[in-house]
């Protein structure tokens, strides 16, 4: 079974960065592309990066030019580097394949952007 675990959210002011961490058990992760997704209070999950198994990248508007998505397959690994944080970036990070084929999702990991 693939396991999904998310890591490296947290109380972050305004203007700063954070990168955030996702491992993948299991040979899905070397067969698809993966995306991070995330979910604020009220709202439904939403597409923030997308990366191909070729490292071409893809972002919501809303984060374009601010976050960057990388990956390291050696470390069955995708990363998501977020900067110039705003408060409406405040979500549950969760990462999955692209689109999403692991239907147990990861507990998600928060990040609350606030002074």
């Known amino acids: 079974q693939v396991q999904l675990v998310e890591s490296g959210g947290g109380l972050v002011q305004p203007g700063g960065s954070r990168r955030l961490s996702c491992a993948a058990s299991?040979?899905?992760?070397?067969?698809?592309?993966m995306g991070w997704y995330r979910q604020a209070p009220g709202k439904q999950r939403e597409l923030v990066a997308t990366i191909t198994l070729g490292g071409s990248t893809n972002y919501a508007d809303s984060v374009k030019g601010r976050f960057t998505i990388s990956r390291d397959n050696a470390k069955n690994t995708v990363y998501l580097r977020m900067n110039s944080l705003k408060p409406e970036d405040t979500a549950v990070y969760y990462c999955?394949?692209?689109?999403?084929?692991?239907?147990?999702w990861g507990q998600g990991t928060q990040v609350t952007v606030s002074s």
């Open positions: 299991g040979s899905i992760f070397r067969l698809y592309a």
């Open positions: 999955n394949t692209d689109p999403p084929r692991i239907s147990k």
